[in-house]
Every structure is written in structure tokens, then in C-alpha cells.
């Protein structure tokens, strides 16, 4: 399998990778312009820059642009640097560029309401692969949601049982009821997703997280959990909401949101369960 083969294999599976390219080359170097090689997530390779100490430290740096999802672009002068010295009669520079290869931002949309109608748009206009999932049969359908990548008319226990989010999936919590909301978000919480978010006041969300800490899920995890959900637009309608909704999963996914507000605004006393 080569190279190419390999990254979408690699992308259907939800893994990360990095392929390194040398696109500049001056004097002898032991491999040639455009040499690839791609660093998988668990350190394996496919394909060689030329192997040596270049090649190490092309490895390491593929490891760390994987972690950044931020490509770099390292240059080696194998005349000047004695570590690049394997014996070879090969003494020029060479510029490697490393870009980091990522799966599809996977986004979990639970319910199939007016907000999970228009957010699926908006966020798939975005780039997210969006899935549907509603309990409710007439409204999971592929015509209310033609955007979706999937669309699933089940139970909401039955679709969480199936599921094991990577660190690369988002969550969004819209369903019709509190009950719902509270079963789905006690599993969101526990998973590996990015991000988690749930649609709803912070009373609700409070009184939602009292009662799963009571059953004892710790406290601790509702820490990453956005509620209310979406950058604060002052959105009011179902295309507003979507819209600060998508905005939130855009700075989760370039690491620019640091300053979100989240529950963790509100946890302290309000999330004591041994409060009344």
C-alpha cells in the first residue's frame, strides 16, 4: 500500500498522521526532491526522507506537528552539522516539510429539531462530518438533514451503546427533553470527545449535573462540558444558535478557545450535589 493509499485508510479509521516531503534540495543528499514519508500515530512509517539522523529527527517532529495540528518546516545542512555526518558523500541542505494529516472533524448531533436542523448546515458548511441522531422516526430522515453523513432514527440508549468518540469528535446535546439530555450528556462526559456541549440554561445544566453526580459520576468531568451551548451572540432563534454554536466548535478545533465559557464558569458550590 503507498503512501496515498495509506492516508485515507488512515482517515477512515478517526487515526492521525503526518507526511513529511522534502521540497528543496541544494547539492548531494542521500534521497531525492519530493522524497515522502508518512509518520503514523502509533510512530510507524510508510515510505523514507533518506533515513538516518535526518530522518529521527523528521520522526520526532512529525510526533509533535500531529500534537499541534500545525505544519513545520525544518532545514538540514549536512555539511556543517557533524551529527548529519553518516559517512556518504553527501553534503548539501535540504528543506522538509511536515504537515499534519487529521480525521474528519466528526460532529455527534443529538436530536432532530429546528436547532439540529439548521446547525447541521452550518457546520457542515464548516467541515464537520455530521451525524443525526433522533429516537423519533419522521424527524431523522435524510430529507430534513441532507447534509448529514448519517442520519439514525433510534433510541438514544441503543445509539450511545454503539458509539466510541476519538478525541477528534464533538458532541452537541439538542434534544426535546430534559430526560434525554441528562442520559446522553452522562455518557458524553465519560468519552474521549473534544468537545461536549448541551443546549440549555445554566439552571437547567446545574440541575442536570447534581443529579449525575448523585449516581455518581464525578465531578471533575463536567468541567469540559459548554453550557450553555455556543458563543454568546445574543442568538435568540434556531438559525442564530446555530450559527454561535458552529462558531464554538470552530475555536475548539483551532485551539483558539481558551477563553470559551464553559461550566466550569459556574461549577463551585452550584454543582455541590449535597446541596438542595
Not at 441532507?146 to 439538542?174: G, M, N, S
Request: hydrophobic residues 40%.
Amino acid at each position: 500500500m503507498d503512501i496515498y493509499e495509506q492516508i485515507v485508510q488512515l482517515r477512515r479509521e478517526g487515526r492521525r498522521s503526518a507526511v513529511a516531503t522534502i521540497v528543496n534540495v541544494r547539492g548531494s543528499i542521500p534521497s531525492f526532491h519530493t522524497a515522502k514519508m508518512l509518520v503514523r500515530d502509533d510512530g510507524s512509517i510508510v515510505g523514507t526522507i533518506g533515513g538516518g539522523c535526518v530522518e529521527a529527527d523528521v520522526w520526532q517532529a512529525a510526533r509533535e506537528v500531529m500534537e499541534s495540528e500545525k505544519p513545520c518546516t525544518l532545514t538540514f545542512d549536512l555539511n556543517q552539522d557533524p551529527k548529519y555526518d553518516t559517512g556518504l558523500v553527501c553534503g548539501g541542505t535540504l528543506e522538509v516539510f511536515i504537515e499534519p494529516i487529521l480525521p474528519p472533524a466528526l460532529l455527534y448531533i443529538f436530536g432532530a429539531g429546528h436547532v439540529a436542523i439548521n446547525l447541521c448546515k452550518t457546520a457542515a458548511n464548516a467541515g464537520f462530518y455530521v451525524v443525526i441522531t433522533d429516537d423519533r422516526i419522521s424527524y431523522a430522515t435524510h430529507e430534513r438533514f441532507p447534509a448529514a453523513r448519517e442520519v439514525h432514527a433510534v433510541d438514544f440508549d441503543e445509539a450511545i451503546r454503539t458509539l466510541d468518540p476519538t478525541e477528534d469528535a464533538y458532541i452537541v446535546i439538542v434534544t426535546r427533553g430534559h430526560r434525554d439530555d441528562m442520559r446522553i450528556l452522562r455518557w458524553a462526559v465519560q468519552t474521549r470527545a473534544r468537545y461536549v456541549g448541551m443546549i440549555g440554561s445554566k439552571r437547567k445544566v446545574i440541575e442536570i449535573s447534581k443529579t449525575l453526580q448523585k449516581e455518581g459520576v464525578p465531578a471533575h468531568l463536567f468541567d469540559r462540558v459548554h453550557a450553555p451551548i455556543g458563543i454568546d451572540i445574543g442568538a435568540i432563534t434556531p438559525e442564530e444558535i446555530a450559527v454561535a454554536i458552529t462558531a464554538e466548535l470552530i475555536a475548539i478545533r483551532r485551539h483558539a478557545g481558551a477563553g470559551l465559557p464553559h461550566m466550569s464558569w459556574f461549577r463551585s458550590e452550584n454543582m455541590d450535589p449535597s446541596r438542595p
